[in-house]
């Protein structure tokens, strides 16, 4: 065999050898294959090895030799099975910014195994050997023998190995750098993991084999009528193509594609994911593929599917497990696209990289629809001002075009895959632009996306992440600033012209984010804008081990990187161990298909979904009297089509006033069948309204009128007039309590451009010089309140004592009046705050701080709004109700611990023998409870959770306010009206 290369495979710009085969798509063939995933041995140097420039490594010749060869099981990354670290960084290249050279001290994962190939395969016909991904240049031998080598770390690659494969034992040697020049073009947010991390197999080509097809199935919107264009590459003469369920059987030609009409077929949709079984076969072989009808096309500055405008509801997803990294795993990928599907999300992009080929079947299947990704991001150059870029680099030209192709070629057939996306933040240039003109020849039926187009040279439609709603009201309305970063008004003027998105917004990072439902309201408002997908789908966390054994998912800088990103890893949806966090609850409630508006006696059923109608859905009514469910029926509510609204009686008895209750309705569309991602009964859809909102009567009247009676016996106070104990359970407090553990949103000072933080919170300027919330009040001490009674006064009637709180070295604090009442059968406190002194600062929150014994009990049942946490800019996920949870699943285990389980409207909350009460009126609010084992304090004091001390004592905080959320992290900062200002607050509390 002739060198497959002329070219060292590193220190270029080239991505592979001559010797790969031209990509091509991933079908389901019945010709043979031999999988090679299993056990290999492997071992790992600390270097390009030398003998390489050479050619031919001893152990490609001789197999493994010497006591440095382990087992190790392909596919896998190396860092995950003990041998080298996992490495994290954002931004940043974790190597010189030297393109196209990486250091000589490069991880180098050698792996050899043998292979016997079976007795009967066949003779005739071509074997290739497929690489699936390895991260991130692969060298291959068999038997000795260079067959190639190629970057493009998420891209499969072929390589046709007929002429060095033998009868019986063969040798498969492949030589893995973590470092090359394709990693220049791997600069994702996310984890450096080498290694051979998806399937090697052999495939056999037969004789005439179907080397290729590309198959468009159009349905034309207004006829409904479908169309196959079938595009093959075979040295067959004739080609069969079968539908069966159409009828529709023809023998095509090879030479040039074929167009098939056939007849009245259904729509293929994310709603409605309808697919059909094709079978194309040549003599030699038959490929079954699975084929959704559907047209997607820009249409001036609309985007429409199937003729009606399409909007994501969607998410980024990374491939990421937290013991296998980015391996793919089915059971984990098909139970998390169920869980996104029960959470409404219905559009996924794939960030920033092409996902294993089985994950679109399941897209296809399910319904999702897919911007698909290329394996592309030179973030790094950001850092050295893109001097140097690939992206505008003839010398890189080849790398990019041999990117986008393996990416459209291998997921070409998929019917989820609506959109081609050139890679992400990889500035702008020629390289790029050429990408896209690639695509535009070979497949025209799909629009093209990147973000990073910002005049919209060569994308076909406009793409922002993290925009505030100012900058999207500009683009989609009233035009009140120039189009980010474009390079004069006619570029502004194109972007404006088209289809909008937001690639990327709600910054799912920790606690958080808020104002989605400021993002949707703009999404339903705005024509132009078609919705988007939040940042992201899942936590990167790695689980890892402490000194002493203790497991934790570990984020940058826990495997001693050198530089490192740290926590920004963590900033999925659900945590690194899939469990969902409540900002999936507020999305499925935004993202909900329906939704019920109540005006006096009737409902309003409006069908939000594009393509289906409602005939699957149940809808439900209940009715709550102080939490508790009364009553409920179901509503005859006749299939509303997509885009219309239904409007029903509501039952008497839903509706009868109840006089001096709190009393609300509860709607809810549940599936009236099981789907492939939930059973009959899921809610797809609820929403809540108060029932009766004149007639609720003071709670004063139950909970002891002020002077009615003296104190009560069972409580005692200490000397200076503060709660010692309740009816026997010793307390601490209740303090006055400024801090909350600052979330991710309040720890940034702001990811990204100048403008994700709003002008009204900064005149303007660029995040640098606003400092994170949570410096701001580091600094003016809100985390270290000292309290000072200033007064003690009892009337008989009741105790009053007046506290001054106020951290060292400040002179504002905030000045509390204590008033105690109440008879043995409950204890009332009613606590007033004001602001003291020139206060230039938020507040994290605003309320009270008790201590209660460790064994007073592990379970909370409350009456207010649950079962989740909620914030004021986050509380699309929660009803009133009445609810009962353990302790330690009240807060959400965030990666690093922060705030997390606070719970506003509080009426009652019942912990072991203590019951608080709570009323509103008067000055005074609901409060929001949280109840830890863990003071805000010591959680802002640690990295993990692992680190917290042990626990000696619940902490119980009612808060009349909390700040906001936000989505600072990266993106805008809490709105002004969810901000927490220092303000007069008050509290009506009642312990029984
Ligand atoms: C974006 C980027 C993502 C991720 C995100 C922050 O700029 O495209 O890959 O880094 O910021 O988490």
Known sequence: MSAPHAVRPLGTTTPGSDSRLPPRARVRSDARA???????????????????????????????????????????????HGHGSPWYTNIRYPFPVDPPHVPDTNPTGDHVRTVDLPDDWPATGRTVLRLDGAESLAHVWVNGTEIGWSTGSRLAVEYDVTDVLRPGTNT?????????????????????????????ALEHRPVDALDDVFVTADRDPVTGRGRLRIETVTTAGSVTVRL???????????????????????????????????????????????????????????????????????VNRHETHPDLGRVFDEDVVRADLALMKRHNVQAIRTAHQPPHPRFLELADELGFWVVLECDLETHGFWEVDWVGNPSDDPTWRDAYLDRVRRTVERDKNHASVVMWSLGNESGTGRNLAAMADWIRQRDPSRPIHYEGDVDGAYTDVYSRMYPTLEEIDSVCGTVTMPVHETSGPAAGARQRAKPFLLCEYGHAMGNGPGMLAEYQERIERWPSLHGGFVWEWRDHGLRTRTADGTTYFGYGGDFGEPVHDGVFVMDGLVLSDGTPTPALADLAALWAPVRFVRTGSSLTVRNLRAHADT???????????????????????????????????????????????????????????????????????????????VAVEPVEAESGRPGRTALPVSAVFSDDGTLRSWRGVPLAGPRPEL??????????????????????????????????????????????????????????????????????????????????????????????????????????????????????TDDASWWGTGPHESYADARNGVEVGRFTAPIDDLGIRYARPQETGHRPGLHELRLGPLVVAAAEGHGATLPGFQVARHSAQQWSAVGHAHELPASDRLHLYLDAAQHGLGSRACGPDVLPRYALWPRQVALDITFR
């Open 34 to 80: 031999l999988s090679l995933d299993g056990v290999w041995r492997f071992r790992l140097t600390d270097h390009a090895p030398l003998d390489e420039v050479d050619g031919i490594p001893p152990f490609a010749v001789h197999g493994p030799d010497g006591a440095d060869w382990h087992d190790l099981v392909v596919p896998s990354h190396w860092p995950l």
């Open 739 to 856: 801090w909350r553990a600052p979330t991710e949103n309040d720890r940034a000072a702001g990811q990204g451009s100048s403008e994700t933080v709003l002008p009204e919170l900064t005149s303007g300027r660029g995040d640098e010089s606003v400092p994170p919330s949570a410096d701001r009040w580091r600094e003016r001490g809100l985390d270290r309140l000292t309290h000072r009674v200033l007064s003690l006064e009892t009337d008989g009637r009741a105790l009053v004592q007046r506290v001054r709180s106020m951290p060292a070295g400040s002179s504002t604090g905030i000045e509390s009046e204590f008033r105690w009442t109440g008879d043995d059968g409950s204890l009332r406190l009613r606590w007033t705050t004001v602001p003291i002194g020139p206060w230039d600062c938020t507040w994290p929150r605003i309320g009270l701080h008790l201590e209660l014994p460790e064994d007073l």
């Open 615 to 693: 005939a699957d859905l149940v809808v439900s009514w209940e009715l709550r009297v102080d939490g508790r469910a009364v009553d409920d029926g179901t509503l005859d509510v006749p299939p509303v089509r997509p885009g219309s609204e239904a409007t029903v009686a509501l039952p008497s008895e839903a509706i009868a006033p109840r006089r001096g209750h709190r009393a609300h309705l509860t709607f809810r569309a549940d599936l009236r069948a099981d789907t492939a991602w939930a059973d009959a009964g899921h809610a797809v859809a609820s929403g809540q309204v108060a029932a009766d909102v």
């Open 244 to 314: 069966p369920e159409t009828g529709l059987e023809a023998r095509i030609s090879p030479a040039s594609p074929a167009h098939l009409d056939v007849g009245v077929v259904d729509a293929w949709s994310a709603e409605i994911p309808r697919l059909y079984d094709l079978t194309v076969a040549t003599d030699g072989e038959r490929v079954r593929m699975r084929v959704g009808f559907r047209r997607v096309e820009v249409v001036g500055d609309q985007l429409l599917a199937n003729g009606v405008p399409l909007v994501f509801h969607g």
């Open 172 to 200: 498969v040697a492949l030589r893995v750098h973590q470092w090359s020049q394709g990693s220049y073009l791997e600069d994702q947010d996310q984890w450096w993991l080498p290694g051979v991390f998806r399937s090697v």
